[in-house]
């Protein structure tokens, strides 16, 4: 029968470093190439693989390869598509079975948050079903943070890092001119329901009362009298204030603080507007001058202050998955596991994606202060190992130098197209 | 009659690199201390002058001024405050002269763009009538690259890399996700009237139909119709489109793009939404999923990211004033001088004060692509060699050090105090 071949996919919003993850998948592939056959990827995620569009990554170049360990974005496509339940959805995993017998599939490494988890694992169960066992391992990636039993998720360390270093300018900018100019400025981050993200920008305050004075967290009920009361005393004593609000803090009755509300393929809302929203709320109360930021997808693609913690967790999930494949392992989750020294440590475990998938891992509450507006010393004992070192891309001409691959797709081998 | 002191200030908006100009003039004011006595810097600017909040630069470590080079923001405090003509403002000038004959000061260093040249040249005039000669100098600053006379800005090339580097990781996260999520993104830049930082976005483009593939200028009259079809042909082509929008963008009749306007203490307007405006315009008539981002004070606090020229020139610059202040030179402005050859050098130069007063640079039409969407080879020759160069802060736990001054006060000598 022979050796098998591996498909890989990359799922859901994409990060500063689910490159890596790409490159130690096919470099380990590479390493073993008298267990694993050809390492294909979805162009496009799981909807490349349902329409059979599979890019033969043996075609690209080993400097191209290693290039994307420092290049953002997904080198092979990502989507947001939900698979849905497979009793809804009959036609879908037997098409993406077809697609795994037709090219030999007998590995599947699919790199994503929570949804992708959940698709993973009903490929492993739908494929022993139908007669064609595949091993498929999840590769942990979401700047959310949210999954569960992982210490933490690849691509989250560099938001986190971009969130702290970008409040720390910002704060320093404003730090000069509030004396006849700016008095508030809101830096809105990502994360629909966990302040992850927002927590990070904590980090940019080196002692008790540095900037940012507040963060806004998705996980306490928003006291619009509250807000304004800190707002107020913290620019009577600094002079200035500065705050850090996660996209979907919301008061108490869920109404969110955005107004506008869409909802992506997955019926989770598109948030945004809450950094508008709040000056706009300090301009009436307060009468002070304001300015926000909107880091949107810069936050997730900021590889030139990649995390190098999170640079070298991302590689390293990667080539795990591929290392568990040839053990024999699958419905498994990669997972990093923080040692218990004073000094941080990590290594590598793995999860069974039946326990993972559609479990969302929140912040406790031990890592929010008292009054709900900042993060404590155990959030900053967490936090901080996340974002240490830096990994920077090699630059030209000033410019940051991200390659592209040659995407060269393998041959269809199935007789019918597919409407997804 | 003994030696003269020496005053620093900081004005307007800060950038990544003017702390660098600050330690260009305070190290070579400490290596010509047999000319120039203490050096002193108003705090907040021209404001703290007035209020005679002179601080004692002599009372700084080495160490925290060398790291001056590598810290954004405006270490001493900055100022939104335009000083008026003499007639409609002869207290004011005669305070500052006042506070300046207090503290023998003979030499005024004014570190801003076209507002504080204006105040720079008015000092220089009415210190003579007065019949207290002041040797004020300009040093250049401003991100808008506006001021006449000099090949570009220190502050300019740090934003420019920054806006260039963030368009080119943001389009390759929405490359990646087009297919089944967001097709467009808009990123928002600053930039009042001169669309020199929304050019440098183009420099994100490798190849002709790269990201970005539209870039919308202050100085083109917005056409909403050709905007649509160029996005619309784009999205078409291939698969998403990538803006980059300056905030002072508007309309034929002068009507901005962004709906509220504010005014700030110059009397310029305080903008902003641009990008949200024009991420609905195209999901109204196209339909089109979009993300927008607002960088704002993020831009120009990026030291992270800074350019490695940019804060050469910052830091010449404020040495060079020094220099022409020991030479016996007032009322000029230093220039930063393109060299002629082929390969990129620059040197530095003077320009009379009472030239590049209130006079704005535009850029030249020739910049802009015939169908006023892209930029020219011209402005790549410009833009390119002002962000060359990578200079990183030192990092110590993931964030950079940025340390902080002691500022203390000089003793006040004047019996009263000023209202501003």
């Known amino acids: 029968m022979g050796k098998k071949n591996a498909l890989y996919a990359q799922s859901g919003g994409v990060t500063a470093v689910i490159n890596a993850s790409a490159c ?6 590479r390493q073993h190439k008298d267990k694993i056959g050809t390492l294909y990827a979805g162009q496009n995620g799981i909807l490349g693989i349902l329409q059979e569009q599979l890019i033969d990554t043996s075609k690209e170049l080993t400097s191209a390869i290693t290039a994307l360990k420092h290049t953002p974005g997904g080198a092979f496509g990502s989507c947001r598509y939900k698979m849905k339940d497979i009793k809804d959805s009959q036609a879908e995993y037997e098409r993406l079975i077809a697609v795994f017998r037709a ?3 007998g590995y599947f ?8 988890a959940d698709t993973c694992l009903k490929v492993s169960q739908i494929s022993a079903q139908l007669g064609y066992p595949v091993q498929a391992i999840h590769i942990p990636k979401t700047i959310d943070n949210d999954l569960p039993f992982t210490d933490c998720s690849p691509g989250f360390g560099s938001v986190a890092k971009y969130v702290a270093v970008s409040t720390k300018e910002a704060s320093l900018d404003i730090a000069s001119m509030a004396a006849s100019s700016t008095k508030i400025f809101v830096l809105e981050v990502m994360g629909r329901h966990a302040g992850w993200i927002a927590a990070a920008g904590g980090l940019a305050a080196e002692e ?26 913290t620019v009577k004593e600094k002079g200035y204030c500065v705050v850090v609000a996660s996209e979907g803090a919301s008061y108490a009755d ?7 509300v869409n909802k992506d393929a997955f019926g989770h809302q598109q948030l945004g507007g809450v950094a508008p929203a709040l000056a706009s709320m300090v301009k009436h109360s307060l009468g002070y001058k304001y300015h926000y930021a909107l880091a949107d997808y810069l936050q997730r693609s900021a590889r030139h202050i990649a995390s190098k913690t999170d ?3 991302a590689y390293a999930v990667g080539q ?3 290392e568990k494949a040839i053990e024999g392992k699958g419905a498994i989750m990669i997972t990093i596991e923080r040692g218990t020294g004073k000094k941080y440590s990590w290594s590598l475990g793995e999860a069974p994606l039946a326990k993972v998938a559609n479990v969302e891992k929140k912040m406790p509450r031990s890592f929010i202060s008292k009054d709900g507006f900042g993060i404590t010393q155990k959030a900053r004992d967490y936090l901080q190992p996340l974002i240490a070192g830096e990994d920077y891309p090699p630059y030209k001409d000033g410019m940051p130098v991200y390659p592209r691959l040659k ?14």
Chains 1, 2 share one sequence.
């Open 24 to 29: 130690g998948v096919i470099e380990a592939c």
């Open 103 to 105: 090219h030999n599939i």
């Open 109 to 116: 490494f699919y790199n994503g948050g929570g949804d992708s």
């Open 208 to 233: 008790a009362g540095d900037a940012p004075h507040i963060i806004v967290f998705p996980e306490i009920p928003f006291n619009r009298e509250q807000f304004i009361a800190k707002v107020s005393a």
């Open 254 to 260: 869920g109404g969110l603080i955005s107004g506008s």
């Open 311 to 313: 640079v070298e967790q």
């Open 320 to 322: 795990a998955a591929v």
């Open 407 to 420: 995407k060269i797709l393998a041959p269809k081998k199935l007789d019918t197209d597919f409407d997804c």
